[in-house]
């Protein structure tokens, strides 16, 4: 994947300059990001992971603070099993809304 492309998908996800830096000096954290992106721009599994150790943040944490086991967190990210609570969280830590990680479409009123 081209430096340019990979650019474009951090733009796409409205990383702040500090991350993007920190990404461009990281090639295995810059990599798994890259990858990380489905073609309808929410992440795969490897980039949630990513962007939590790009952060500092590990599942055992989150799963600590939610209440929840490692083990389901991870269900959860890989998406085996849904948790919105779970994937909120996810959200807010990752500073990013939780439809564009996810890949949630707002349904239409009636």
């Known amino acids: 994947m081209t430096a340019k492309r990979i650019r474009r998908k ?10 993007q830096a920190i990404l461009s000096t990281s090639s295995a954290v810059q990599n798994m990001l890259a990858s990380g992106i489905n073609t309808d721009g929410s992440l ?8 939590l150790k790009l ?5 055992s944490s989150l799963a600590s603070e939610r209440g929840v086991s490692v083990e389901y967190m991870i269900q959860v990210i890989n ?8 994937e909120d ?22």
């Open 10 to 19: 951090r733009q796409a996800f409205g990383l702040s300059a500090d991350v």
């Open 55 to 59: 952060k500092g943040i590990t599942i």
């Open 44 to 51: 795969k599994p490897e980039g949630i992971r990513a962007l």
């Open 89 to 110: 969280l996810i959200a807010e830590k990752l500073g990013l809304p939780a439809d564009q990680i996810w890949g949630r479409r707002a349904t239409p009123a009636a």
């Open 79 to 86: 998406r085996q099993r849904g948790g919105r609570a779970v």
